[in-house]
T-cell receptor, first 114, second 115 residues
Framework: GNSVTQMEGPVTLSEEAFLTINCTYT??????LFWYVQYPGEGLQLLLK?????DKGSNKGFEATYRKETTSFHLEKGSVQVSDSAVYFC?????????????FGQGTILTVHP | GAGVSQSPSNKVTEKGKDVELRCDPI?????LYWYRQSLGQGLEFLIY????????KSGLPSDRFSAERTGGSVSTLTIQRTQQEDSAVYLC?????????????FGPGTRLTVT
């Protein structure tokens, strides 16, 4: 079956540091890949997405590139802010149907200190 | 426009009681999903609706769990004879159901505590 593996957290960084959160996946077919973010006390928000190999998703300074050869979708940001402190989830939709369920990674807690 | 809404936001119930959780999807979204978020299990898929039909119920953990959707809009997740292991945040999401649009939009969740 499908699965998503994220790097273990928590991750603690100082403001303006570089961020990488690793994500690898196992799926049949050609999945779409997503990063969702959950800020404290809030629901899940879509951060970015990529629907085919070599696509780069980007939003709010975050980027992730769909790498089919390494089955990866690592999240990066060049300079984090305190406001980026949240839980980040990597997810895939296996694309077997247009409306399939999401399979999530276990989440990575990011804390950014001033 | 309005996002996905869920009610109640918090529910505390005694073991053995039944609970109903409600989800109002984004207007016009034909696909609706329920997930459960718990410390031990992470984010788990429960059930998916397309219109009023549920083509995928594979994530419902036991026959105590059921869900329905009416009018292609509001959905209710019912848990009968609640157990302590049912304590979790129950999340609802909706999607336009249009080919090529795969992202799902989530509500704030209902935090269920079974005492």
């Amino acid at each position: 079956g499908n699965s998503v593996t994220q790097m273990e957290g928590p991750v603690t960084l100082s403001e303006e540091a570089f961020l990488t959160i690793n994500c690898t996946y196992t799926a049949t077919g050609y999945p779409s890949l997503f990063w969702y973010v959950q800020y404290p006390g809030e629901g899940l928000q879509l951060l970015l997405k990529a629907t085919k190999a070599d696509d780069k998703g980007s939003n709010k300074g975050f980027e992730a590139t769909y790498r089919k050869e390494t089955t990866s979708f690592h999240l990066e940001k060049g300079s984090v802010q305190v406001s980026d402190s949240a839980v980040y989830f990597c997810a895939l939709n296996d694309g077997g149907t247009s409306y399939g369920k999401l399979t999530f990674g276990q989440g990575t807690i990011l804390t950014v200190h001033p | 426009g309005a996002g996905v809404s869920q009610s109640p936001s918090n529910k505390v119930t005694e073991k053995g009681k039944d609970v109903e959780l409600r989800c109002d999807p984004i207007s016009g979204h034909t696909a609706l999903y329920w997930y459960r978020q718990s410390l031990g299990q992470g984010l788990e898929f429960l059930i998916y609706f397309q219109g009023n039909s549920a083509p995928d119920k594979s994530g419902l953990p036991s026959d105590r769990f059921s869900a329905e959707r009416t009018g292609g809009s509001v959905s209710t997740l019912t848990i009968q004879r609640t157990q302590q292991e049912d304590s979790a945040v129950y999340l609802c999401a909706s999607s336009p159901g249009v080919a090529g649009t795969y992202e799902q939009y989530f509500g704030p969740g209902t935090r269920l505590t079974v005492t």
